[in-house]
């Protein structure tokens, strides 16, 4: 599966950003779609995770302002982030997980300003 993500910029705190996650395969189809981020000097964290049956999991810092869904029309996974917070800068990766194989799209920059 190939992964390319959009979507990033940026904000104050506060604001709204969308980042896109497009896949070269149904993303209805995939086990296990992610999005990760990691931050200078930190180690990469899960920020939030959709499974094939549509379940989601958050990371607790983000849950209530964070939303990931799948796009049909855009065959899109998305990361809706609102009231962003300054700790919430870095760069953000999609992931996906299918048949025991993983993936990893390019990163894309996320900063929020306070």
């Known amino acids: 599966v190939q992964l390319q993500a959009s979507g990033g910029g940026s904000v104050q705190a506060g604001g709204s950003l969308t980042l896109s996650c497009a896949a070269s395969?149904?993303?209805?189809?995939?086990?296990?779609m992610e999005w990760h981020r990691q931050a200078p000097g930190k180690q990469r964290e899960l920020v939030a995770r959709?499974?094939?049956?549509?379940?989601?999991n958050y990371r607790e810092s983000v849950k209530g302002r964070f939303t990931i869904a799948r796009d049909a029309a855009k065959n899109t996974v998305d990361l809706q982030m609102n009231n962003l917070k300054p700790e919430d800068t870095g760069v953000y990766y999609c992931?996906?997980?299918?048949?025991?194989?993983?993936?990893w799209g390019q990163g894309t920059q996320v900063t929020v300003s306070s």
């Open positions: 959709i499974g094939i049956g549509g379940d989601t």
């Open positions: 992931h996906s997980i299918l048949i025991g194989r993983d993936n």
């Open positions: 395969r149904s993303v209805f189809n995939i086990n296990v």
